[in-house]
């Protein structure tokens, strides 16, 4: 009865800690992705921003266009930034789990 009672707690032991590495490995791969997206949108905001400076220094274009297309670049930015970081912490999460 005792060693049934061990089997039984070691296969649910096994279970959770599959479940917390896989968790782990989804949140990497999640960051990952978000790294590509981000970078696209970073490099879209960037050629933006170049063709409002330059309309706006033709004068075909406005301040107001120009300051929107600052804003999305730093926002862009931002979220890249935080990719990265989101990257290197679950990274980190996920080499903890599997006990390195």
Known sequence: MFIKSLEKDFEL??????QEVWNAWLSVKESVERI?????ALESAGENLLIAE???????????QLTDAQT?????????????SDYKI???ELE?????
């Open 90 to 92: 679950s990274y980190a």
């Open 13 to 18: 032991l096994k279970q959770q800690i599959s």
């Open 72 to 84: 999305t670049f730093v926002t862009a930015e931002q979220n890249y930034i935080q990719a990265l």
């Open 36 to 40: 590509s997206t981000s970078s696209k």
């Open 96 to 100: 903890k789990t599997i006990g390195k």
């Open 54 to 64: 330059g309309e706006y220094k033709e004068g075909i274009g406005s301040i107001i």
